[in-house]
């Protein structure tokens, strides 16, 4: 059971430099979802997909664009990376997209912009 | 929008001993609260969650209790364990909007000393 998987798992950067991370899910969830992690401020929703051809936008999307690729897929890209955009980044997956459904996470990517 | 502290950021107890964390949130329209561990290096695990509905919930040695009139739910661990250090997050959501859009609590660093 690989549940959420996350590639890749450590990306250093450069100022300027575009990115995408992925996220796949095997869960046959349909809701999906990207947070931030950084240190003393929990995580933080950048843009979630409630279901397959849906994306939202989340507390802090800015410099962010997300793919919905289909059910099993998520893509997170940043265009231009900037130092404030390091962080631990990780996607999320849930059965459905009512507010209490469970979420299941991945391992996260460790992104370092330099 | 939500709002949800958690208290305290660090905790240290001896095994076998109980530990409890506490988190307020700000929505009255909340009713959805679970609770995360994270490892070292890992995403986070859904530990246990409750709704509003009901008062407390138990999973062994993992108990919640939630108190809608003072809008606070805590978490209680019985037992400490060394494999119970971890870091803990609460979080709580509510049906306004669309998508299950999680406000999570700043994180609780839980160490259980030999």
């Known amino acids: 059971n690989a549940g959420v998987t996350q590639t890749p798992k450590f990306q250093v950067l450069k100022t300027g430099q575009s990115m995408t991370l992925q996220c796949a899910q095997d869960?046959?969830?349909?809701?999906m979802y990207w947070y931030r992690q950084d240190p003393g401020m929990g995580l933080r929703l950048i843009y979630y997909?409630?279901?397959?051809?849906?994306?939202d936008k989340g507390e802090v999307p800015n410099g962010y664009n997300v793919s919905r690729l289909n059910k099993r897929e998520f893509s997170l890209r940043l265009e231009s990376a900037a130092p404030s955009q390091t962080s631990v980044y990780f996607c999320?997956?849930?059965?459905?997209?009512?507010?209490?459904?469970?979420?299941?996470f991945g391992d996260g990517t460790r992104l370092s912009i330099l | 929008g939500e709002n949800v502290e958690q208290h305290p950021s660090t905790l240290s107890v001896q095994e076998g001993d109980s530990a409890v964390i506490k988190c307020t949130y700000s929505?009255?329209?909340?009713?959805?609260f679970p609770w995360y561990k994270q490892e070292l290096g890992k995403g986070p695990q859904l530990i246990i969650d409750?709704?509003?509905?009901?008062g407390e919930k138990k999973d062994q040695r993992i108990a919640v209790t939630l108190n809608k009139t003072a809008k606070h739910f805590s978490l209680h661990i019985t037992e400490t364990q060394p494999e119970d250090s971890a870091v803990y997050f609460c979080?709580?959501?509510?049906?306004?909007?669309?998508?299950?859009?999680?406000?999570f609590g700043t994180g609780t660093q839980l160490k259980v000393e030999l």
């Open positions: 999320a997956s849930s059965e459905a997209g009512g507010h209490d459904q469970p979420q299941h």
């Open positions: 869960m046959n969830h349909n809701s």
């Open positions: 997909s409630a279901s397959e051809g849906t994306t």
């Open positions: 929505d009255s329209a909340s009713n959805y």
């Open positions: 409750i709704r509003s509905n009901v």
């Open positions: 979080a709580a959501s509510n049906p306004g909007g669309g998508g299950n859009k999680l406000t």
